[in-house]
């Protein structure tokens, strides 16, 4: 059965997320809706992060599995057609190799936080970026998130209701920067609490306006308190904008492992028994 990576990108702002849910529609539903509309077939797609209501993506990445062999082009071609009208776009389809998971494969996150810094009220840009009409410094910005670079507990800046079993993350990279009258936050891990960007970087505006410095993330961080965070950013501005994956050879040594295992352990229960 082949296994498909599909890169994705999509407008958030109709969908309750990512994941399939009851209660609205989701990214998620619309790409299985399009798979079954082309093939026929009922599957259930894997992705690499579960976007929260009204967050974007440019870079998302799932996997399908297919019962029969297609060409990569026509599979792009249907796919877009059957997401229509929802702001579903596939932006590459690439045949896999055994073992590859888009979730569990992958090594990196990256997100892309953008503030569009002005006053007068946003048109083409509405819920496409947080808007914040205080001049915002973006140097003290960028020196303030380093303090979150490296491994720490992000008990402070993660949801109350995250089902992760740990709140330490190791953030790998943290770049806040201007570009005209948009102020970017990029940052990178291998995997992130629930609000967490959100978390950060609405905290960072407080230092952007002189509210808070440098100092003041360190203790926010080191409080291991929901209650120490600062506002957390709107989903508007949140983009998942890329995930980096192992190398085909190394998802392929983990599967046969996992396969010898699971041997030893299915022959083991059937001697005890």
Known sequence: MP???LTVEYDGRPFCGWQRQANGPSVQAVIERAVQAFTGEVVTI?????????????GQVCHIDLVKPWPVRTIMGAMNFHCQPDPVVILDCTEMHEGFDARFSAIRRSYRYRIHNRVPPLTHQRGLAWHVKPDLDADAMHEAAQEFVGHHDFTTFRHSRCQARSPEKTLEEFRVYRERELVIAECSSRSFLHNQVRSMVGTLRLVGEGKWGTGDITRALQARDRNACGPVAPADGLYLTRVDYRSAEMDIELLRDWQARKALLEAEGASEA
């Not at 894997?46 to 209501?53: E, L, P, V, Y």
């Open 3 to 5: 296994r498909y990576k």
């Open 46 to 58: 894997g992705g690499a992060g579960r976007t929260d209501t009204g967050v974007h993506a440019t």
